[in-house]
Structures are given as C-alpha cells and as structure tokens.
C-alpha cells in the first residue's frame, strides 16, 4: 500500500473523528442547557401568607430578570466553549496536516535515494557485467581425485593434482593436452603453486612432504628438491613476491617458512596455533627478508573458516565453515588492529571440505571463494562494497580449482562431473 492511499484513508478518518466530536458535543450542550432550563423553571411552592416576608417578595421580584440574565450566560459560555473546542480541534487537524505532508515529503525523498542507488548499482552492473562460461569442447574426464589445481602466469600450463601423481597440461587454444606425469609423491598432492619469475613449482601432499620443481632444457619438469618440514597434511601453502620464502600450514598446527639459500631449508616455525591450519595469505606489503614473523594479533571467531585471503594491505576476507555470509576483516588505523566491519551475502550449503584457496583477482577486482558446492564470484566496486557477480552450483562439495592470475580462466574438477572443467571470462 503506498503512502498517498494511506494518507488519503487516515485524512478520512480524522474527518469522521471530527464529525462524531463536534456531534457529542453538540448533545453535550443540549443536555447541559435542559438540565439548567429545568432548574430555572421548576415549580417553586405557593408562598404562604403567614410565612411570608420581605426577602422573598425581592425574590420573586427579581426572579425574571435573574432567569434572563442566567440564559443569557449561558448562551455566551457554550458559545466560548463551542468556539475555543472547535479551534483547537481546527488546530490538532491543521498540525495532523502538516505532519503527514512531512512524512509524505520524507518518503518521497527515500524513494527517490533508493532509485538513484537502484539505477546507480544497475548503472554499474551493466558497465562491469560478466560471466565465466565453460567451454564445452574442452572437457578432460578425471576419475581420479583432484584436490589441486594451479595455472601458470601467461595461462600456458595447467598442473592437476591426481591422488599422489601431478599431470602436467599443455594449455594452447583452449585446448588441454597432458605432456607429462610425475610421480615423486607418496600420498595425495594437496597444494600446487606456480613460481612467475622463473620455471619452477611447488607441490605438497597430506604426509608433510613439499617439493620443488624445475623445468630442465628439455621443457620436462623434475624434482629439483624434496624436505619435509611437516608431520601431517599440507593443507595450504603461499609464495612470496620475491619468490624467496615458502610459507605452508599443516594438520600439526604448525606454520614453517623456507627460505631459499641456495636450497631450500626451514627457517623459522610458528606454533601457536592449537588446531589446523587451514588458510594462508600475504598482503601486497609483506615483510623484509632479515625479519622474523611475530603473532601480532589473534581474533577470535564463532565458526572456523577453511579461506581467507587479502584483499589489500589493511583489509582480507574470511569465509565462515557452513555460513552464507564472507566477513571482511579491516585494520584499525589507530591501534592497528583488525576487525570485522562488514559481512559479504553468498550462496552457500550444509557442508564443505578443504583446500581450493580463496583468491583476489586484482586485475578484475574479483574474490574468488568456494563455499560448500557453490562457487560464487563476487565484484569488489569502487566505493568498497562487495556483490556477487555469479553463483554456480557444482552439485557436490568435493570441488578444488584455481582461477588464473589475470582472471581470464577458471579450472576446477568436482566430484560430480569427475571432470576437468574450463570456464572463461566473458564480459556481456
């Protein structure tokens, strides 16, 4: 129901209201002016001649001229009374008036800011539009299980973790073509990185094993180095700009840094985490190479989460297990400390596994974030609010894939499809 109709329904039951009072007190009068007619005007006893005296002669003297004069105030006092009622029920209606014109105003205003925000978002929508469409002529059927997926820098080369061997794909065309397979792994490959600067990889599986990988001159891939610096499962793993530390989280709590000193060697474990690690992320900023890490700051939260990523220096996200909202976490400029300022509405289900990490795409301004079976793109804008571009249901939560670094191709398998699939960004 609209404002004016509702205005226009309560004006007319002011009006009724109005009508119903002035009625009342027009009978309120009526009963007054009988009630003192009949005392004016009732009998008064015969005088008596033996009781008869000089007051009461005077009294009926002047009994006419009292009973003109008591009429007369009357007439003037319900007339006052009439005049000073009407008025400031005149006045109530007159203020009544006012106040729906103002409420009338007032939203007239809010729907106006509401379809300029409207037109503003559909504005933006429109110029900033997008999809990742799969490309059907390029499926590769996997039955094994993938629980990593990486793409190298000019989206040349795609790795696929296959229980506890990696398939190496020539990517060319759109068109996946296997050109390797290596087998140096015992057990499940759980993490795959691409190093930019030069032609190497890092790989990780659920026994704590990291190895590093070079391309030889014979464009083949081999083990160039193998620590294990993990008691447990590898659950993530990063690599710094400068492609000189390795930092991964395990199932034993720990966090480890490798440092590159002509090998690989551990240089430094935080344990203070008292649970798995499950996610790991580096702001633009990082750190210098001759610093240790210290625990800054420890925030607690209601549900573990298995994602988070940096979105800039001061400002990351984190996707709740089991919830259909991201939390974004952002840096007190004043204490420099983090906390929550806003959550980000996604799809989500009732279950999730580990591993496929969350990422930003700077390029496109875009978080990627898996959430149960749902993958959801979401849009960063320019004033810092964050929507979902695109939702798409894999139909199972056993779902791992990596988003190329320019945002151009998104990979994934899932348990579902038993497929490797590749989406491309299309802008409608």
Not at 1 to 28: H, W, Y
Not at 82 to 110: D, V
Not at 130 to 153: P, S
Not at 233 to 248: G, H
Request: aromatic residues 12%.
């Amino acid at each position: 129901m609209n404002t004016k109709l509702i205005v226009d329904q309560l004006l007319n039951k002011v009006g009724e209201c109005l009508q119903e009072v002035q009625q009342q007190l027009d009978q309120s009068f009526n009963r007054i002016e009988d009630f003192v007619e009949q005392l004016l005007f009732a009998p008064y006893p015969p005088v008596v001649p033996s009781t008869f005296n000089f007051e009461a002669s005077v009294t009926q003297i002047f009994l006419p001229s009292i009973q003109t004069f008591t009429n007369k105030l009357i007439q003037e006092v319900k007339y006052l009374i009439y005049i000073t009622i009407h008025q400031q029920i005149k006045y109530s209606q007159y203020q009544f008036e006012q106040y729906l014109t103002e409420l009338q105003i007032y939203e007239i205003k809010q729907q106006n800011k509401q379809q300029d925000i409207i037109i503003k978002n559909h504005h933006q929508l429109n110029i900033n539009s997008f999809n990742y469409n799969q490309l059907q002529n390029n499926l590769i059927q996997q039955h094994q299980d993938c629980y990593a997926i990486a793409i190298n820098k000019d989206n040349s080369i795609l790795l696929a973790g296959c229980y506890e061997e990696i398939k190496v794909f020539e990517l060319k065309q759109e068109q996946l073509n296997q050109t390797q397979l290596l087998s140096e792994h015992s057990n499940n490959v759980l993490t795959l990185n691409f190093m930019n600067q030069q032609n190497q990889f890092v790989s990780s599986d659920n026994s704590g094993y990291i190895v590093i990988w070079q391309m030889n001159q014979n464009s083949q891939w081999i083990c160039q180095q193998k620590l294990k610096e993990h008691c447990d499962s590898i659950n993530c793993l990063i690599i710094n700009n400068n492609e000189d530390i390795i930092i991964s989280g395990s199932d034993d709590y720990t966090i480890n840094f490798l440092q590159n000193q002509q090998q690989w060697v551990c240089s430094q474990t935080i344990t203070d985490h008292t649970h798995y690690v499950l996610g790991l992320s580096l702001n633009e900023q990082q750190i210098r190479q001759d610093l240790n890490w210290n625990v800054i700051q420890k925030i607690q939260v209601e549900v573990f989460g298995c994602r988070l990523c940096f979105i800039s220096d001061d400002v990351f996200t984190l996707q709740p297990n089991f919830k259909d909202k991201i939390h974004v976490y952002e840096m007190d400029n004043t204490n420099k400390q983090y906390s929550k300022t806003k959550e980000i509405a996604v799809k989500s289900n009732d279950n999730c596994y580990y591993h496929f990490p969350q990422q930003y795409i700077k390029q496109k301004f875009l978080v990627v974030n898996k959430n149960g079976k749902i993958f959801n793109l979401i849009k960063k804008n320019e004033n810092g609010d964050f929507i979902t571009q695109q939702s798409i249901d894999f139909g199972d939560y056993y779902l791992f894939g990596q988003m190329s670094e320019n945002g151009q191709y998104l990979i994934t398998w899932d348990m579902k499809s038993k497929e490797i699939q590749i989406r491309k960004y299309d802008q409608g």
